[in-house]
């Protein structure tokens, strides 16, 4: 039952940390370059756009939940397989999220990358 | 990809990293915060290690979302993945900590992903969503053939 619970929480920390990057990267595609932006209307301008998308606050949102969550499950289960369990999980959850919601050209070069680095982060952080 | 993206991306790296580490070394210090004792946490920040891992970690949070204003999520998490690769390092030769076999290959690993994406393109999406997005107009501009510095200005740089 113990067991349950940590998956549970560590599928949960994965799920709003997924959610949470892919509003972020949706917010700030919509605010458009950064740089261009400054150079051309003043940072006033990228302010103003990136503090008026509802996407950062509910990427934000969904970060925080996953920070809260990640703190109760470490209180069932052990910081050596919790947060590189969650860790591993939302570099490939993130590839899938990607692909499906922001429309990015997910390519073999790319899903590699993704399972290299999940794989890393997992042996590193273990 | 210009140097100064390249630059950007590093600074994601080497905040994230810094922040993380400087945070926990500090909250080592401050000692077990239960969630019963919320003033604890203000206390918390009080602890000159833990404001100043509040503050890298905010300068990587301005850094990594400007990042994700030119380049794809699944392009940008794995170039700044490095991080952990840097936390390992300092362990071995700043503070001569033991770095298991496991984790050397972890460090290989991880290398190794960001050696794959190193060199595509940094952004493959379509930024339908928003008409008035500066990346979007400079593609019209290029494509319906305007002035050359009306593109570079949109910041459609690869």
């Known amino acids: 039952m113990k067991h349950a619970y940590i998956w549970g929480g560590i599928l949960t920390i994965a799920f709003f940390s997924v959610v949470g990057d892919v509003l972020l990267a949706r917010a700030m595609k919509q605010v458009g370059d950064v740089h261009a932006l400054w150079r051309r209307s003043g940072l006033w301008t990228v302010v103003s756009r990136v503090i008026s998308n509802p996407n950062i606050f509910l990427g934000v949102a969904a970060m925080t939940v996953a920070f809260f969550t990640l703190l109760f499950a470490l209180s069932w289960g052990d910081l050596s397989l919790v947060a590189p369990a969650a860790a591993s999980l939302t570099f490939i959850g993130n590839a899938f999220a990607a692909k499906i919601f922001l429309h990015e050209k997910v390519d073999r070069r790319r899903w590699i990358a993704a399972v290299l680095v999940a794989a890393g982060v997992a042996l590193l952080a273990g | ?158």
């Open chain 2, 1 to 158: 990809m210009t140097f100064r993206k390249y630059l950007v991306l590093a600074g994601v790296t080497v905040f994230g990293a810094a922040g993380d580490s400087v945070l926990s070394h500090g909250m080592k210090q401050v000692g077990n915060i239960s969630i019963h004792h919320l003033p604890s946490v203000i206390l918390a920040v009080l602890n000159p290690e833990v404001a100043l891992g509040i503050l890298l970690l905010l300068v990587f949070i301005v850094l990594n979302m400007t990042a994700l204003s030119w380049a794809d999520l699944t392009y940008v998490l794995p170039a700044t993945s490095m991080g952990y690769v840097l936390l390992a390092l300092s362990a071995r030769f700043i503070l001569h900590e033991q770095v298991s076999l496991l984790r050397w290959l972890g460090i290989v690993l991880i290398s190794g992903g960001v050696g794959f994406i190193a060199g595509s393109p940094a952004l493959t999406s379509h930024s339908h969503e928003d008409p008035k997005s500066p990346l979007l107009t400079a593609k019209d501009a290029a494509r319906n053939g305007a002035p050359a510095e009306e593109v570079v200005s949109g910041g459609v740089e690869s």
